[in-house]
């Protein structure tokens, strides 16, 4: 399979080729997640075909490398700022079904649209973590705490979902973490 490295012969070559994919880099920090990873796979793809050993190249590759892992953060900042915000939708939400099921209590049941909106929000939560999931998954090099608090954050964003997906008027309330934040009985058995 060809690759656009396959040209590359000289180190000349190979600078010129990282120039260009970190003009790229820079145009993509603006742009689309799916962007951003598609220009930080190129980069990926620069350090695992670059060559001969020497340290020029390592110098290269060691340029490369960091504009990927730069674009990765940028990708993984935006997507924790999109859990937060679901995550205090999610609390506006949680109140909002305490009010309902006090209304399902007092035989009235809640409306088709309240708990359409309600499924709707939980499962852009649910992307989000599955995106997350994703991301973490196409770049395993990022070595801190950051991805293993994404993954426990998305599965018990999944868990929420269905959680409240299965809920009823006869259903208990779930339990409430530190920060105000519903967490259902199986996610809780998890921590």
Do not use: Y
Not at 9 to 21: G, I, M, P, V
Not at 22 to 49: C, G, K, M, N, Y
Not at 65 to 75: C, I, M
């Amino acid at each position: 399979m060809s690759t656009e490295f396959d040209t590359l012969t000289s180190l000349s070559d190979w600078s010129s080729k990282l120039a260009e994919l970190l003009s790229a880099s820079r145009a993509a920090a603006e742009q689309p997640v799916d962007i951003r990873l598609a220009v930080a796979r190129r980069l990926t793809d620069f350090v695992a075909h670059s060559h001969p050993a020497t340290p020029e190249f390592h110098r290269l590759d060691e340029l490369a490398s960091a504009a990927a892992r730069a674009l990765a953060e940028h990708v993984a900042a935006d997507a924790v700022e999109r859990i937060a915000s679901r995550t205090a939708l999610l609390e506006i939400l949680a109140g909002e079904l305490t009010a309902i099921r006090s209304r399902a209590d007092s035989r009235k049941l809640p409306s088709a649209v309240s708990i359409a909106s309600l499924a709707n929000n939980l499962s852009a939560v649910a992307d989000d973590a599955k995106a997350l999931a994703r991301f973490r998954a196409e770049n395993a090099e990022i070595d801190n705490q950051f991805p293993s608090r994404i993954i426990r954050l998305a599965d018990a964003l999944a868990d929420l979902r269905t959680s409240f997906l299965a809920l009823n008027s006869s259903s208990p309330e779930p339990g409430v973490g530190a920060s105000g934040t519903v967490i259902p009985d199986e996610t809780r058995a998890k921590q």
